[in-house]
């Protein structure tokens, strides 16, 4: 399980940063002109749920990774924190077979 999240991870981690405007990109209509420029400055989140995360001793309990992608093409994909249910702020409690994470909206 842990292998495919990784892949996932790099698939996405490219697919975040192909989506930042080339150096030099001149803005669109009725955009600023230093739009590419604040573009490549914001940081962007991906949720990746993972419904077969063991939490604990609770096979399928699921959890949520958030990753940061900076720096526009070639920049830095960095791991965020981890939500599971009961922790990070968030309601009810993990228990097997839960598979939280398994659809995010």
């Not at 495919?4 to 940063?17: D, E, H, P, R």
């Not at 009725?30 to 739009?35: I, R, S, V």
Request: hydrophobic share 45%; glycine share 20%; aromatic share 4%.
């Amino acid at each position: 399980m842990r292998r495919t999240v990784v892949v996932l991870v790099a698939a996405l981690a490219t697919s975040l940063a192909a989506a930042w405007p080339a150096r030099g990109a001149r803005a669109g209509p009725g955009e600023p002109a230093d739009a590419g420029r604040r573009e490549r400055r914001r940081v962007r989140r991906l949720a990746v749920g993972a419904p077969g995360e063991t939490v604990g001793t609770r096979l399928l309990a699921g959890a949520v990774s958030v990753f940061e992608a900076s720096g526009g093409p070639g920049g830095v994909v960095a791991p965020g924190p981890v939500f599971t249910q009961g922790g990070g702020g968030l309601g009810g409690t993990a228990e097997t077979l839960d598979e939280f994470g398994f659809a995010l909206e």
